[in-house]
């Protein structure tokens, strides 16, 4: 039966299916080769969305649209470059600081890139920077978009493997600056090889200037952070606040966003909720299928088998969450995964919030490894450049955000405290 479910899914992936229904088909192969009621079908598309949590997913993508476009975007990003002070290659460092904001504000690494992608790829070409390197740069830093809470991926998590959205998103803050470091050193590295401009000398009085003109951008992560770990409000609720707050702040403080834009900005979020949902829905009867016939068990038995150090163990899970981001969008990775790992990093004694890190994190990588690799594909929309080239100018950053990648792997079994 696992061969049957694995080689239907990657046959259907392969000839072009969509993995939604790449999934469903290979569940029901199974159920009908087992002589199981169809019936289960349309009971476990239904059950896998009847979650509170999840209203949180289409939210945060609204709030995450809303962002990517109009004034709020751009005076983040005057923000971010009045911190940087007269660096070479200061720019690059502020692709990053901007990619970190909006990380903590809109939860997609689409929208992260986007937004900040429309500001400064532009700016950085006119200010003499190659124009393949910083689109790389800022794909790259969009990764963080989804380990910065509040995260898609972690709701995602949370809500197929039971556990607290709160702690994950508490987990997630440690990652992200480790992911933005990483790509600071190398942005610096690149800077000093390419002889890239200095940046304006550093000025408190820029700062105060750019920080009140961007106060209500600032204000968003405090709001939506604080209210959730305050327990002001639930992560679902929070995303409700995020959408009115970004809402209020376009159309009535910076009046940059009409009516007509905002239907049109919603229509764009619905789609996007509606692939993420049908594929929640099709791994319902995918989840039920692996659960019958106790196939995450044989898969932990498997790899038990090769060893029993959670410290190898866990390299190998890593390999292949990486292996995964390569050819699946991050949530159907989730989504399709989770319920396989699970009983294996139970039997492991791993903390399970880790483990969504970790999910989270090398999931997250995938944005920018070919063929799926969403954030070029964003980057190469802005910029008009063929996917090809921004692909070879990723990776010195790749290696860097993989290194940091298997670092935080194994830093909090090291360090036991490091976990909220």
């Known amino acids: 039966m696992t061969a049957l479910l694995f080689s239907v899914f990657i046959i259907g992936l392969l000839i072009g299916i969509p993995i939604a229904f790449a999934i469903a088909i290979a569940a029901i192969a199974v159920l009908v080769k087992g002589d199981v009621r169809l019936l289960i079908v349309v009971q476990r598309l239904f059950a896998a969305t009847d979650s509170f949590p999840l209203t949180a997913v ?7 649209d809303l962002l990517a476009r109009g004034t709020m975007s751009r005076k983040l990003v005057t923000f971010a470059e009045s911190l940087t002070g007269r660096i070479r290659g200061g720019l690059s460092v502020v692709s990053i600081i901007a990619g970190m904001f909006f990380a903590a504000i809109s939860g997609s690494g689409a929208a992260t890139t986007a937004a900040v992608g429309a500001t400064l790829i532009p700016e950085l070409k006119n200010r003499g920077y190659k124009e393949d390197s910083s689109t790389a740069l800022i794909a ?7 380990v910065i809470p509040p995260s898609v991926p ?3 998590y949370a809500v197929i493997a039971d556990q607290s959205v709160t702690q994950l998103f508490k987990n997630g803050f440690l990652p992200g600056v480790m992911m933005g470091g990483i790509l600071i050193a190398i942005s610096l590295l690149q800077a000093y090889k390419y002889n890239y401009p200095l940046s304006t000398a550093f000025s408190w009085r820029n700062v105060l200037v750019t920080f009140k003109q961007s106060i209500w951008g600032l ?23 995020a959408v009115v ?15 007509k834009e905002l239907g049109k900005i919603m229509l764009g979020s619905a789609k996007t909720s509606a692939i993420i949902m049908i594929i929640i829905a099709c791994s319902g009867v995918f989840g039920w299928v692996l659960a019958n016939w106790k196939i995450p068990e044989a898969v932990a038995q498997g790899i ?6 959670k410290y190898v163990i866990l390299l190998l899970i890593a390999v292949i969450i990486l292996i995964a981001g390569v050819f699946m969008e991050t949530s159907s990775a989730v989504i399709l995964l989770t319920p396989v790992f699970l009983p294996l990093v139970r039997a492991l004694g791993i903390n399970l919030v880790h483990f969504g890190i970790i999910f989270t994190v090398g999931i997250s990588i995938g944005m920018i490894t070919p063929p799926v690799a969403i954030n070029l594909f964003v980057g190469s929309s802005i910029t008009g450049m063929p996917i090809e080239r921004i692909a070879k100018a990723v990776w010195p950053y790749l290696f860097g955000l993989i290194a940091m990648f298997f670092v935080y792997v194994y830093l909090p079994l090291f360090i036991p405290g490091l976990l909220l």
């Open 245 to 259: 707050y970004s809402m209020a702040v376009s159309m009535f403080i910076y009046r940059d966003l009409t009516l």
């Open 304 to 309: 038990l088998s090769v060893s029993s150090s």
């Open 154 to 156: 972690m709701v995602l």
């Open 58 to 64: 289409p939210f945060f993508i609204l709030a995450g």
């Open 140 to 146: 790259s830093a969009g990764c963080i978009g989804v």
């Open 219 to 241: 204000l968003m992560p405090l709001i939506i952070l604080g209210g959730i770990f305050s327990g002001y409000f639930t992560p679902s609720e929070a995303a409700a606040v």
